[in-house]
Structures are given as structure tokens and as C-alpha cells.
T-cell receptor, first 115, second 111 residues
Framework: GAGVSQSPSNKVTEKGKDVELRCDPI?????LYWYRQRLGQGLEFLIY????????KSGLPSDRFSAERTGESVSTLTIQRTQQEDSAVYLC???FGQGGNYGYTFGSGTRLTVV | KQEVTQIPAALSVPEGENLVLNCSFT??????LQWFRQDPGKGLTSLLL?????REQTSGRLNASLDKSSGRSTLYIAASQPGDSATYLC??????????FGAGTTVTVRA
């Protein structure tokens, strides 16, 4: 597609439920990133995928968070047993090559609200 | 650990004034620096990308400079318009690809 597509755009879930967020990167972009933005705060790095290499999961805040990516296509971020502190906007970005040689393109995000 | 600071945190100007937004970073070993715009409830829109070997980039009314050795970048927006009201984020990309973001400068342009 023309841009990075994320779905759903908004998600309200009850505490304790599992949620799955989806990111469809720009075709041909080998690198994909997930970031989290809590209200009034800066973006936090969560996870990075590059081609078929092992992902960098160093930013995932707990073992309730996991992410998958199939080859160089769609990625899903799963949060199990959601907590209220998980409420945030989850942003996905993709880039051509490692290190953002040509910059990063962000999706419009998924706003997650845990009630 | 890379620390990115943006000053001021908020800025309100009348329409037509020029805007100057500052970004500083603690580790000069960056691969590139990117300025983004974020509208309320929306994702990030890329404005300008400056490679570490470059000194500045321009796009329309926007100009961004980079002084890598001193760890500073400045975004200039000429002749501001109400549509420029948004939060502007500075992000640096280190050699290991993780973007480090500043907290942003929220700009309000009054008509």
C-alpha cells in the first residue's frame, strides 16, 4: 500500500482480556518497528524486525507483550491479560533497510483503552 | 543512553510569525535525525530527514539544521499558519536503529 496501515484505529477492552494489534508496512520495507506512546509522554521503543533476522525485543515491557512478523509483511502485537497501564497509542513504523537510511514512515496508530 | 530534549515544551504565536524549535541530543554518534509532526489523536507525519553528513534540509516553509558535533538541531517554520498547530517531535537514529524521541514541542498558531 501507499503507507503504513494499522488496525484497529481504536480499541476498548476490559482489564484482563487479550488484544491483538495489526500493522501492515509499506511494501518493500524490510524493517518494522513498534512504539508505544502513553498520554503526555514520548514514544517508547518496543520491538524491531529486520527481514528474517531474530527480532530485537528489548523494549517489550513485560512477558505479557509479544509480537510476530511473517517475512517482510504484516506484523501483530499481542498484549495478554491487559492492564490499565497498557492504555496508550501503539504506533508501527517501517523503513527501507536497517537504521532508517531513508527515514521511517509511521502508521496512524491504534489507541488502546483498558477499562 | 541517548537523551533527546526539546525546548520549548509549548509555543504560542500569532499567525505570520516565524517559529524556531530546538532539539538537543547527548550522543553525537547518530545516523540521522528526523523531524515529525503529530496532530492530536493521530500518528506521526515525517517532515524532514537529515543524514548525519548533512548540515540542513529544506522543504517549502520548513528548514532544519543539524550540528552533529554540538548535538543540536533546529527546525524553522517560516510565516506560520493556523494549520501549523501541532506537536513537533525530533528523533535521532543511532547506528543500532532504535529511534530516540524527544517529548515534543506543542505549537499553537493564533489566527
Amino acid at each position: 500500500g501507499a503507507g503504513v496501515s494499522q488496525s484497529p484505529s481504536n480499541k476498548v477492552t476490559e482489564k484482563g482480556k487479550d488484544v491483538e494489534l495489526r500493522c501492515d508496512p509499506i511494501s518493500g520495507h524490510t524493517a518494522l518497528y513498534w512504539y508505544r506512546q502513553r498520554l503526555g509522554q514520548g514514544l517508547e521503543f518496543l520491538i524491531y524486525f529486520q527481514g528474517n533476522s531474530a527480532p530485537d525485543k528489548s523494549g517489550l515491557p513485560s512477558d505479557r507483550f509479544s509480537a510476530e512478523r511473517t517475512g517482510e509483511s504484516v506484523s501483530t502485537l499481542t498484549i495478554q491479560r491487559t492492564q490499565q497501564e497498557d492504555s496508550a497509542v501503539y504506533l508501527c513504523a517501517s523503513s527501507f533497510g536497517q537504521g532508517g537510511n531513508y527515514g521511517y514512515t509511521f502508521g496512524s496508530g491504534t489507541r488502546l483503552t483498558v477499562v | 543512553k541517548q537523551e533527546v530534549t526539546q525546548i520549548p515544551a509549548a509555543l504560542s504565536v500569532p499567525e505570520g510569525e516565524n517559529l524556531v524549535l530546538n532539539c538537543s541530543f547527548t550522543d553525537s554518534a547518530i545516523y540521522n535525525l528526523q523531524w515529525f509532526r503529530q496532530d492530536p489523536g493521530k500518528g506521526l507525519t515525517s517532515l524532514l530527514l537529515i543524514q548525519s553528513s548533512q548540515r540542513e534540509q529544506t522543504s517549502g516553509r520548513l528548514n532544519a539544521s543539524l550540528d552533529k558535533s554540538s548535538g543540536r538541531s533546529t527546525l524553522y517554520i517560516a510565516a506560520s499558519q493556523p494549520g501549523d498547530s501541532a506537536t513537533y517531535l525530533c528523533a535521532v537514529s543511532p547506528y543500532d536503529y532504535k529511534l530516540s524521541f524527544g517529548a515534543g514541542t506543542t505549537v499553537t498558531v493564533r489566527a
